[in-house]
Structures are given as C-alpha cells and as structure tokens.
T-cell receptor
Framework: GQNIDQPTEMTATEGAIVQINCTYQ??????LFWYQQHAGEAPTFLSY????GLEEKGRFSSFLSRSKGYSYLLLKELQMKDSASYLC???????????FGTGTRLQVFP | DVKVTQSSRYLVKRTGEKVFLECVQD?????MFWYRQDPGLGLRLIYF???????EKGDIPEGYSVSREKKERFSLILESASTNQTSMYLC??????????FGSGTRLTVV
C-alpha cells in the first residue's frame, strides 16, 4: 500500500530552526517533493530529492534516505511568513503521479 | 514560468447541477492532474491524464468525469453535484524536475 506520514502540527519561534519529518512506504519511488501551502492558496514547489543526501536552497534544506523511507525539510532563520502547511509527496515510480501526505501545519511565533 | 490557470476561484452551485471546472496550462506538458483537498485528508487524486483524449482514474473518481480534448486543457466535470463534493479543487501540470505546478485552486460550495 501507499502511506506517507508527517506530523500534523508544529510550532516554532521566529529566528529558530525547525525540522519537519516525513516517512513513506510506497510501492514504487521516483523522487520526493516538498511543497509549501499558505492558507487558501495553492501549494508551491520547495524542493526535490531523488538521490540520498541533503539538498540546500537558501534557508530551506531537504534530506532523503531511500533505504529508511525517510525525508526531512529543514527551515532555518524562521520568519513569520514561513507559517504555512508543508506537504511531503512521493512520485510513484510506475505512474509518475504524486502521492501526498496530509501536511504539517507550522506556526511561527514572534 | 509555467502557468496553470483555473477558470474560477470561487463557485457556488446547487445540488444536482452539472459543474465544469476548467484548467489550462501553457508549458506543453503532457501530464495533468485533478485533486481535491479537504481538512485532515490532504490532497486526493481524482483523475489524471498523460495525453490528449487519455484519462486514468485516480483514488476517488466516483461522481466525477474528465475531458482532455486539447493538450493544454483538462476539464473536471461533476455530473450531478452533491454537498459532499464541497471542497477545494486543485489542477496540476507536471514537469520533469519540478514536480507539479498547481493552479490557484477552485473553492466549490454545493448547497
């Protein structure tokens, strides 16, 4: 079966670092994506990992371990505008469609 | 920039009406998808299409159909709208490395 797990909610303080974890069990794997979604808006692309290791892009980094079925999104120097939902999604190796977790709602406090 | 345009941001329809949600992308992508998003349930795939005139059922196709007559346009049809189809509907177009590009979404309310 297909299963993607991530925490439902997280809170953090402005300027801090937060790590959002994602574990997955899927029948096929062709990459893992992270999206950011502000309330009432569409998801926007943040990162893509297909090989093991860390991908860094400014304040955001994403890590993948395929053998463990595990990824995390690391957000540094948190800003109030980072308050949003963060969606983990796995691309199915056979169909190319994305399978989404239910998302992690991050609240950043001053 | 890839643009995925959904025709309406907000819609209110009556139970039993036939509803058309339109989605157009301008990057010549072959793959297009329709999802609905509900609190606590995340994004669930309704239908997808890999090419013109081609469609595949997703995880929750019941009560929906789709049309892909041209490569750039993927339409979602609610044959007879019901209150349990009140939701946010998201269309997406797929590139190679960037995954999906989403439209701005249509918030549909069925009364």
């Amino acid at each position: 079966g297909q299963n993607i797990d991530q925490p439902t909610e997280m809170t953090a303080t402005e300027g801090a670092i937060v790590q959002i974890n994602c574990t997955y069990q899927t029948s096929g794997f062709n990459g893992l994506f992270w999206y950011q979604q502000h309330a009432g808006e569409a998801p926007t692309f943040l990162s893509y990992n297909v090989l093991d290791g860390l991908e860094e892009k400014g304040r955001f980094s994403s890590f993948l371990s395929r053998s463990k079925g595990y990824s995390y999104l690391l957000l540094k120097e948190l800003q109030m505008k980072d308050s949003a939902s963060y969606l983990c999604a796995v691309r199915d190796g056979d169909t190319d469609k994305l399978i989404f977790g239910t998302g992690t709602r991050l609240q950043v406090f001053p | 920039d890839v643009k995925v345009t959904q025709s309406s941001r907000y819609l209110v329809k009556r139970t039993g009406e036939k509803v058309f949600l339109e989605c157009v992308q301008d990057m010549d992508h072959e793959n297009m998808f329709w999802y609905r998003q509900d609190p606590g349930l995340g994004l669930r795939l309704i239908y997808f299409s890999y090419d013109v005139k081609m469609k595949e059922k997703g995880d929750i196709p019941e009560g929906y159909s789709v049309s892909r007559e041209k490569k750039e346009r993927f339409s979602l049809i609610l044959e007879s709208a019901s209150t349990n189809q009140t939701s946010m509907y998201l269309c997406a177009s797929m590139g190679a490395r960037d995954g999906y590009t989403f439209g701005s979404g249509t918030r549909l309310t069925v009364v």
